[in-house]
């Protein structure tokens, strides 16, 4: 399959000049297939904007890859914002891309686009007809693996609130891709329209008890966007995906700072956890039980 790239970049023009789209000289359409491979290359990118062509559909993200060895393969994670967020910040930002360097983690962060079926944001409650997320991701994620050696056994997912709400469409949709997801103050349909995985996939969920804007203790509607129907509240989420991981065990533990609920003896060996932040609202927390929140993802991130 090839890939259209758009660099929002001039360094490159006098390499590919013969690929300029004439509307626009300050975008390149390149084919990948037609470049050398920068999977072998020592090079370095810091949130570069790009774009990719999906269908009909141009996709933007920011994309960011430390130096690495030639053919060196890397952890990858793909970062989504939340639904007011907009470009293509994520929080803690800065922290995730110092993680990135120190760590050696390909790090993307998706742009959600305004589409006819998703209220101008990440689809929820994807079926065959909604899939122009899905897509994207598996687009982005076919190209970061070919082209920057992305690990497809150590590929990630992480989100904020909608774009936690997204993590759990990728969990149902795209479980071959991803091997955990973690992400803050999000939820899913109480009836998804489908959630056939191919295999298990570790679950971090964290949640503040105090969130006002997505609930923890109650189910509630979204909005008036009557393809996504009813939202789980957090046990319930957590529940789903105990039983989806045909999970054996649960404990649980109550700390002064948080409680913390685990299914474990899960298939394919993985886990389904869910930090309960008790003095945490809708708003993304600077740390977690001492330890910088980015971290603290990270550690559950590579740990499975």
């Not at 996709?59 to 890859?65: C, E, F, I």
Request: hydrophobic share 35%; net charge negative.
């Amino acid at each position: 399959m090839k890939f259209y790239l758009l660099l929002l970049s001039f360094i490159i023009v006098p390499v590919f000049t013969g690929c300029i789209d004439s509307e626009d000289n300050n975008k390149l359409i390149i084919n990948r297939s037609e470049i050398g491979n920068s999977c072998f290359l020592n090079e370095s990118i810091s949130q570069r904007q790009e774009s990719i062509l999906v269908g009909d559909s141009v996709r933007k993200y920011s994309l960011s890859v430390p130096k690495k060895l030639s053919g060196e393969k890397l952890p990858v994670i793909l970062a989504f914002h939340g639904g007011n967020e907009g470009g293509f910040y994520f929080p803690q930002q800065p922290s995730f891309e110092r993680l990135s360097n120190n760590e050696k983690i390909i790090i993307a962060y998706p742009q959600a686009k305004k589409e006819i079926n998703n209220e101008g944001a990440w689809q929820l409650n994807t079926d065959e007809n909604k899939m122009q997320d899905i897509n994207f991701i598996e687009h982005l994620l076919n190209y970061i693996q070919e082209e920057h050696c992305g690990d497809p056994s150590k590929t990630y997912a992480i989100g904020y609130s909608l774009g936690s709400m997204f993590t759990y469409e990728l969990a149902c949709h795209l479980s071959d891709k991803f091997v955990s997801i973690a992400s803050f103050a999000g939820t899913m349909p109480i009836n998804p329209k489908s959630c056939e995985t191919d295999k298990s996939i570790n679950i971090m969920h964290i949640h503040g008890k105090n969130d006002q804007v997505i609930s923890y203790s109650d189910s509630w509607e979204w909005k008036n966007w009557n393809s996504v129907g009813t939202m789980m509240d957090i046990k319930t989420l957590i529940s789903f995906w105990g039983d989806k991981n045909l999970c054996l065990s649960k404990s649980s533990q109550d700390l002064s700072e948080y409680s913390e609920i685990t299914y474990s003896d899960c298939k394919d060996n993985t886990k389904v956890k869910l930090f309960a932040l008790n003095k945490v609202g809708h708003d993304w927390p600077e740390e977690i039980n001492s330890t910088s929140t980015n971290e603290f993802i990270w550690n559950f991130l590579k740990e499975n």
